[in-house]
């Protein structure tokens, strides 16, 4: 089962988010997000979503553009994630925010937060709606502190919001 899950994480899942994007999301890109001025505010934005695990039509593992999100009201962690990471990004650029994903075992542990670089250049996370405010120096960190026993982290990467493209990847 881990062949499986390290091969869907580096080379199936984005293919497939833009994929599905493309075929049920084209016209949500022209919705307007939230104009936000600080970190509280992309909170209260987060909170204002219910976590719901993916429909069937989602095929259980994709992610919506930040836009679906906003309108829906409603998606799994990747949905806050890349919702936290488009108004990060619109707030201020220089957050330079990404998505982390932690493929763990068992695999309904799996997560998905946005990290973002803090203005004294270290690093935080938000996980779903809260603000995870400890300072962390690295991706592998915060994928650590994700997949505590007594779960087993299979694999995990980093990835830009924007088009998913890789930035890191690491097996266990």
Not at 60 to 85: E, H, M, R
Not at 151 to 169: A, G, N, P, Y
Request: glycine letters at 2%.
């Amino acid at each position: 089962m881990d062949w499986f899950l390290n091969w869907w994480l580096k080379s199936a899942r984005y293919g497939w988010s833009k994929f599905r994007r493309a075929l049920c999301e084209n016209n949500s890109r022209q919705w307007q997000l939230p104009h936000v001025e600080t970190l509280d505010e992309i909170q209260a934005c987060l909170l204002q979503i219910t976590w719901t695990r993916d429909s069937f039509w989602h095929l259980y593992d994709s992610i919506s553009y930040p836009q679906t999100v906003w309108k829906k009201k409603k998606d799994d962690c990747d949905g806050f994630a890349v919702l936290a990471a488009a108004l990060l990004n619109q707030w201020n650029p220089d957050t330079q925010p990404v998505l982390l994903t932690v493929i763990i075992r068992p695999i309904r542990s799996s997560h998905t937060v946005c990290v973002f670089k803090a203005p004294d250049g270290l690093m935080r996370y938000f996980d779903n709606a809260r603000l995870i405010t400890e300072d962390y120096h690295g991706f592998g960190q915060i994928a650590r502190q994700i997949s505590l026993p007594p779960k087993r982290m299979v694999c995990w990467d980093v990835r830009q919001w924007e088009d998913f493209s890789l930035i890191e990847f690491h097996q266990s």
